[in-house]
């Protein structure tokens, strides 16, 4: 993809088996599936928060191509890229791209009528400030696509606290740092999966797709609705 080779980047991500399980991609897909039902019962100016490679944008721009969907990320040259990508791919006909901070959004008050995410705010460190602007911006709903990890697992616990992640990986202190941000939030299509650790790399020096999980465990997505 950094090269330009949609096509080829498209084949190699449609025969990923091997990099994440059956039931953990079974599991993804139920989120996005279930964030896209929601979306549709919502309207207006769709949102999506630290968008990454775009895996959630893609599916918004081809089901609902008349709605207007801001693509943001911290990164401008993931924007860039994901630009292309999707002016390859036909579907920028409604996109707009905005680099910046979730901690620091420039948005003001009272003013989103949708926000998405997949799996993004919790990539975010020390993200209670990324709460509170969205509890700061948010007119409508929020939906986002989450994984927690059980407490208790020393390694786990250790990396996400060092990395300042722990907050929105663990269901319990997510609900909290939602709720004292004045939202309401709820747990919707929330599923149990067993996860392994993702290969390693050969050629990258043990590069990896994911650092989570660090071990065989037993994690949960589900769909996070927040809203006021």
């Known amino acids: 993809m950094e090269r330009g080779d949609y096509a080829g980047a498209r084949e190699a991500a449609s025969d990923l088996g091997g990099i994440y399980t059956p039931e953990y991609e079974a599991c993804q897909r139920s989120q996005i599936e279930h964030v ?3 979306v549709s019962a919502a309207s207006g100016l769709i949102v999506d928060l630290a968008s990454g ?7 918004l ?3 609902f191509p008349d709605r207007q969907v801001v693509v943001t990320d911290f990164s401008p ?8 990508y999707f002016h390859y791919l036909g579907i920028d006909k409604n996109l707009d791209f905005l680099a910046f901070d979730v901690r620091r959004m420039p948005f003001r008050d009272d003013c989103v009528p949708v926000f ?8 975010i460190r020390y993200p209670r400030r990324a709460v509170a602007e ?10 986002a696509t989450s994984i927690f990890y059980p407490k208790g697992d020393l390694e786990t616990d250790q990396l996400l606290r060092e990395n300042g992640l722990a907050d929105l990986c663990y269901m319990d202190s997510a609900l909290k740092v939602f709720t004292e941000s004045g939202l309401r939030v709820s747990v919707e299509n929330l599923m149990e999966v067993r996860a392994q650790p993702t290969p390693r790399s050969e050629l990258l020096g043990g590069a ?10 037993a994690i949960s997505w589900c769909t996070l609705v927040a809203r006021h």
């Open 53 to 59: 490679v775009g895996t959630l944008v893609e599916r």
């Open 36 to 38: 896209l039902n929601l």
């Open 134 to 143: 969205i509890s700061r911006t948010l007119k409508g709903y929020m939906f």
């Open 61 to 63: 721009a081809c089901c």
């Open 208 to 217: 990896g797709f994911d650092a989570l999980p660090v071990k065989e465990m």
């Open 77 to 84: 040259r993931v924007l860039r890229r994901n630009k292309k």
């Open 116 to 123: 998405t995410s997949h799996v993004g705010l919790q990539n």
